[in-house]
């Protein structure tokens, strides 16, 4: 095994925080290599060092060449990729409007007389997603792909000729599992070719299942370096992670009342967004899990509920009244419904506003008088919420696009958690949290539910709906295709779910 | 290949800060408001050398404190829609509008001066709401709604003038209207004790600023404002009622520009159809020099009122050095040119010295 990159205690300080604190990482030719660590352990911040985002305030970059290993220091990404190493970031980073070919040429676009060559362009771009054996148009404008797909693209745009070196920094976030199988065939493909992989992730299983190696962070030190995978249990890894020994978290047990008057009910709703005769009740104290491939419509649904898409026919009853809600605010104010957006970058944050701005947004109306926002109650609610979600901060007057991409989730949930709602739709909330959180999320999601809220849940983690749920409603293609009693038993549950989702027609 | 020594259990809660962390700031030179306030004075001071009469109170320097005052507004007006990320082009039209309906009020009804300025404010905001509703209801860009808008007004106005009026202004002089123009508080005394010679236009500003400050600092609507020129989606998604805000942040533009138009009519001493013509690159001069961002979502009252300051002293300067019209706005522009660069300089420098020195 060749060592082809390595990094000597590299060391990155961003106000109020040490992001990376001597944090090394080796990588060998042809393997998979994990990359892990909570929320903010600096796992995203290393790679952006390797690839010339930022420069590290100490250490060194060693990169394997013709005689022996060179130090190597990258000024822009685009040294880096020139170098062999290439990068898919945490954050999509394509242009919408742009095709396919053009996204995937954009660092060296190919030209001619001073012009960009058309058809080397797309005759490049095929080129590389062959090299991945993927079939997608290199017309198309990348706002058409599914998010697997682009995916893939970002991959491709990754890769030049002479790559050894591809960084992914959670890639499978927001995909669906058969998604993600998919990717790591790529990924196994591209390992055997002889490229180093790294593989950040906080899908545990995924990572046993394709990495050799793995690197631990904590808190932006490396715990573990480049150990063999094998030679680890998960939860062996996830005390390197937490840095103690981590004891499983046991949910509530909770009971609900099926008498209860009902919180939110769907009565045959159909809606401009191509929803048909949709039906489903949620009690307080009830955790109604929605369940469906990415596509099926649940966000859709959630958001065709607080009036961004129109209700075409049928009913939506609030506490047993007909209810026709106009936008957010009046979800919020007149029916105290809050919405958790599963789009945090694009929907759900405020990224250059302080931390502060952002949670308190759904309250300012509560905590202003004359018109005039308090600041010190402001200042305490904010205080309150980042203590209780545990967000890793250095102060909350910082901006909320400097948070690791965990601990922004957080503050998206903060906000409707300050805004006391009675019914919650929660929509993906653990996609890219950490273990520890995740258990910390599910037994906060419990709890609210404990306290009486009634929470519609969607997520496409299926061990996430069948640990939280009390019901699983199944959407496929804008319907419910069936809904099942949850008995928190995996196998059977996770088995008569995909029957719903694959359509076969007996339902529980 | 090694496993870092075992480390005790920390039991350190996911909030707190990782070890090691310590903070850093830029440098204070990085603030760009400093920036503005170090040019500010060198230019005062190489004005006053090169012509005394820079500092001659009665001269220059209240002539010049009334010019910011109005400037002042201006780049505030402009300011209220920056806050959304957007545009209003038509800021000098909607204060010529604004002074139309003063001069009118004035000439045709009697009225007092307060009394016509808050016809003119009201006549303001509410052509600056409507660029607001079309804005939010069409969704078509800002800058393409008030350009349009801009363009109506110009040809309305004129046919206003013409029809009220000799076709260029009121004749018309409401009372305190002079004394606006002509006194500062130097002319009011209580016995021995009497006031600076400051203009009695300059408190309008100070009521202006310290307004749009409060709004944007403070009030939940100004927050609201900002919040919706950060992220128009999430702002939809975390129950703000963007249309709303959006109209909003127009009428206040619309306001503003009328309070402009007034305060220019009172240095003028005349409510003519030429006011607001000067003011449409102003507007933007002044908030851009002071550190607002044309995206939206972040705006700076202070760096608003020295942006306004260093134009016009720039202006003064120039002209009383006796520079010809021609020459007074190739300088102008040559200087605020060489201004944004050296603000975009110590941005680069500061930004890199923070990254080495850490
Ligand atoms: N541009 C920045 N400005 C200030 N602080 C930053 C910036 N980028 C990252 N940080 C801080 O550095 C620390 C490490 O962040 P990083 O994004 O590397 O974490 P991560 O391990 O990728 O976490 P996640 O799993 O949540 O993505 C965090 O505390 C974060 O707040
Ligand atoms: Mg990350």
Redesign the interface.
Known sequence: MSIVLSAEKLVK?F?????L?QATL?LTAGSVHALLG?N?AGKSTLIKLLTGVY?P?GGRVLLAGPDGPQEVHFGSPQDAQRAGVGVVHQERNLIPAFSVAENICLQHLPRRKGLVDRARVRSEARRCLELLDVDIDPDTPVSRLSVAQMQLVEIAKALSADSKVLLLDEPTASLTGDEADRLYAIVRRLRDQGHAVVLVSHKLEEIFAVADTVTVLR?????????PLARHSRDQIVDLMV???YQEVRLPQRTVDPSAEPALVLDGVSTSAGHHDVGLTVRPGEILGLYGLVGAGRSELAKALLG?EQITAGEVRVHGKTARIR???D???RHRIG?V?ENRK????????TIA?NIA??V??RL?RL???R?RAERALVADY??RL?????SPDQLAGQLSGGNQQKVSLA?WLA?DCDILIIDEPTVGIDV??KAAFHELIAGLAEQGMAILLISSDLPEMITLADRIAVMRDFAVAGELVNDHEYDRMSQAVIRLIHGSQEAA | ????SP?P?????????????????LPFWANPRLGLVIVIAALVALFSSLSPAFLDPKLTLAPLQADVSVYVVVGLAQLAVLSLGHMNMAVGRMAALSTFAMGLAYDRLGVPLLVGLAIGLAVGAAIGALAGLVIAKTGVNSFVVTLALDFGLLGLVTILYTQATDGVAFAVKPAGLAELRFDTFADYCAGELCGPRVPLVVPFALVAALGVG?LFR????G??I??TG??P?????????THRRIVAAHATSGLLAALAGFMLAANNGAFSASIGESFLLPSFLAPVLGGTLLAG??VSVLGTVLGATLTQVIYKGLNLLQFSLEELKLYIGLVLLAALSLDRLRAVLAERRA?SS?
Not at chain 1, 15 to 19: D, K, L, Q, S
Not at chain 1, 219 to 227: C, F, P, Q, T, Y
């Open positions: 300080t106000p109020g925080v040490r992001a604190d080796t909570e903010g420069r305030d808190d932006g030190r490396s715990v573990a370096e480049a150990e840095g103690r020994a961004l936008d957010v605010g979800a919020l104010r919405y957006t694009e929907e759900g944050l405020f990224l250059d506003q701005r947004v759904t300012w109306r202003s018109g005039l926002v600041d980042t203590e545990g967000i890793r901060l250095a906000k805004a520890r959180t | 290949m090694r496993t870092a480390q259990p920390t039991a350190s809660a996911p909030s707190a800060a990782p070890p090691g962390a310590r903070s850093r700031v409060l403070f009030a939940r609507l927050r609201e900002l919040m950060a992220n989606v999430a702002a939809e998604l975390s129950g703000i009622p979502g972040a990254v850490s």
